[in-house]
């Protein structure tokens, strides 16, 4: 028998001699018992292994048969299995002197001698006895096999719940991970916008008054050396000037213009600057998609972007090399990295190279602004920086696949226009100043004293004159007192009442007034909304401004409709 098997009422007879068996066969029947007779040892275990409640059997049948099977099952029992034998002996037999009787007890274990002849009714209760106690037996296995399942059904549900908690961690991780990593670009950002703002006033000083001393010099007839070093002065400042416009797109903060655009018309219209930017010994494909949508993106500073990269790549791969510029169409899912796009469609462009790659420290820290791993002197950290600076601002993102020794890929990501390219038309003729009027009065606001000084300085070059304000509230003081100021040149961010607040209280009262914007471009997004005529950057230089005044002063603006944003 399989011990596992149902239980049922059978109860084998093995007492090969005699009429032993048929005897006992028909006391159990009258006792309403089922008995079955085996003729040996083997079909004895036969039975045994099909299930059985307990076994009936002569000693001498054991001792003369090979019993190492029965022997060994019975060993082999599962824990709530104990095969009841009854074991009938030889009259006199003397038991507890009987060694073989001792013997056979180790063996089979649960064991009752029945001592031959015996009377019916002992035998009808002993195997009474044996059936009960291997009903109690049945019932053991039931209540383990109940247990062992619900074990197993609670392991089961324990390990889900804990697979489950597991995956939450991680994901719970890996967001904490990406919110981190945005806070930190987020802060940079913000860092790095004030100090280019900063940075721009005190240009807008230096690149001033360079002017001023150049002039100086010529006029005393002073050049050669001297002049050379105001040469380089000139292009530190200006250098200066490229650095901190890089670290403003980085922060978001830089004035776009988008439109949809083919950008497949804008690689190819790329591919002679990104050749001699490469150098002849690389080469360079393009692939470009069939059927692209078209992208929102100012083209400008896309072309910028992707010169970026190719000028990384071509860092990255020294003589020749390939270098492939590819267009796509791409539905992404969610991000998997800070830098990449929410979910969405977007167009990309995608810049891969045949270069030295990353190592994954590297590309752990490329976006940060000036992080480099190149020579001083030959890289500032802020390619990256810019080209995901413009991404997310254009709404899209940036993905990098990068392996040391493989190559690197870099993909720009930028959301695909509801409309279609438009049919091209001709570019709005810039308005240009062909007559440059002097002798107005300008009313120049700023806070900062040393480049509202060279900004005076320039505007009397210019031949106007020149009202000041340090602040808001004193330029509305000056405008009272003042008649006949015919143009206001205001700094955009300025403590307390700022450029857009001005602008709106002297508009409610005088709606023709003409303004300028002056900006160290850190409130360009403010500006979105403004005629770029009716701006100009810091640091700004002697012509731009002529030009800018010139225009506002002719009326010749784009539009007279003028919208702040909050
Ligand atoms: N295509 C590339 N292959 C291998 N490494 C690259 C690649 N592009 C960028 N890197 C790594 O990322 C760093 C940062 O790149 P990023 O363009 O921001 O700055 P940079 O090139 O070092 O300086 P900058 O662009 O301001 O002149 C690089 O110094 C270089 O280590
Ligand atoms: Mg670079």
Redesign the pocket.
Known sequence: MTPNSEPRENIPILAPRGRDALVAKEILRDANLRATICVDLGELFAEIRHGVDVTVVTEEALRSGDTRELISWIAAQPPWSDLPFILLTQHGGGLERNPTAAELTATLGNVTFLERPFHPTTLVSVVRTAIRGRQRQYECRKLSNEQESRVAERTAELAAANRQLVAQIRERESVEKTLLQMQRLEAVGQLTSGVAHDFNNLLTVVLGNLTFLERGLTAAGIDGKLFDRLGYVRAAAERGAKLTD?MLSFSRRQRLEPHAVDLNETVVGMRDLLQSTMGGTTHIETRLKRGLWSAMVDPVQLELAVL??A???R???GVGGALTVATENLIAGPPNYPEEPPAGEYVAVK?T?T????TDE??A??????????EIG??????????LGFAKQSGGGVR?D?EKGS??S?QIFLPRARADVAAPVAPAARPNADWHPKGATILLVDDDNQVREVTRAMLHELGHRVLEAGSGGAALEILQREAGIDLLIIDFAMPGMNGADLARQVRAKQPKQPILFATGFADRVALADIDESRIIGKPFVEDELAEKIALALTGNFKSNVVRFQR
Do not use: C, H, W, Y
């Open positions: 890089q970026n990269l000028i990384n790549a860092d990255a791969m810049v190279d270069g030295s790659g990353m590297v590309r820290k490329v976006f940060e602004p000036f992080f480099t791993t190149k030959k890289g500032s950290g802020l390619g990256l920086s810019q080209v990098i990068s190559g690197t870099v």
